[in-house]
T-cell receptor
Framework: KQEVTQIPAALSVPEGENLVLNCSFTDSAIYNLQWFRQDPGKGLTSLLLIQSSQREQTSGRLNASLDKSSGRSTLYIAASQPGDSATYLCAVRGPGQNFVFGPGTRLSVLP | DTAVSQTPKYLVTQMGNDKSIKCEQNLGHDTMYWYKQDSKKFLKIMFSYNNKELIINETVPNRFSPKSPDKAHLNLHINSLELGDSAVYFC?????????????FGQGTRLTVV
């Protein structure tokens, strides 16, 4: 059974810092990995999708990498801003066809 | 133009009542899901439908019954609501299949049972 963990659980940084969020999964037989952002009381916004055959994806200040064999993904946020404050979730999709989520990393970027 | 929309956004009801949450997607996807986010913010799959057929049915009480009248709609009906059903319920959709299957989520329905 696929299990997804995320480290750290919470992170507080001053504005302008570069930061890394980590996601680990136990079963490497995945189709893809997706990073989401969730603002308090809101839904999930898709940030990046990395297909299992890809190593990384970039969107603006965000860069996500995937090492399928070791069961790891990282989300790199460059030059963080207060507007980046949110909970970041990773989810993997495998042959079971549903998306298995990690518990999330709660990020606070201080002005 | 909302891709995945849920109604209602908020639902407050008494124990023992029956309620429904509706979900619609306009992305042309063939697979839809219901997820539950508990008080610890953990998202867990409840049900998944592909082309109106139930594919995933996790360990969920029989009081929860999903229905998919067509590929674009997936509703969730809950009978005899209990306090422990209080949570945020998210609808999602995607294409069925392999690598390039991005999931899109609705804004959630916050259910409070009193």
């Amino acid at each position: 059974k696929q299990e997804v963990t995320q480290i750290p659980a919470a992170l507080s940084v001053p504005e302008g810092e570069n930061l890394v969020l980590n996601c680990s999964f136990t079963d490497s037989a995945i189709y893809n990995l997706q990073w989401f952002r969730q603002d308090p009381g809101k839904g999930l916004t898709s940030l990046l999708l990395i297909q299992s055959s890809q190593r990384e994806q970039t969107s603006g200040r965000l860069n996500a990498s995937l090492d399928k064999s070791s069961g790891r993904s990282t989300l790199y946020i460059a030059a963080s801003q207060p507007g980046d404050s949110a909970t970041y979730l990773c989810a993997v999709r495998g042959p079971g066809q549903n998306f298995v989520f990690g518990p999330g990393t709660r990020l606070s970027v201080l002005p | 133009d909302t891709a995945v929309s849920q109604t209602p956004k908020y639902l407050v009801t008494q124990m023992g009542n029956d309620k429904s949450i509706k979900c619609e997607q306009n992305l042309g996807h063939d697979t839809m899901y219901w997820y539950k986010q508990d008080s610890k913010k953990f998202l867990k799959i409840m049900f998944s439908y592909n082309n109106k057929e139930l594919i995933i049915n996790e360990t969920v009480p029989n009081r929860f019954s999903p229905k998919s009248p067509d590929k674009a709609h997936l509703n969730l009906h809950i009978n005899s609501l209990e306090l422990g059903d209080s949570a945020v319920y998210f609808c999602a959709s995607s294409h069925w299949g392999g690598e390039n299957t991005e999931a899109f989520f609705g804004q959630g329905t916050r259910l409070t049972v009193v």
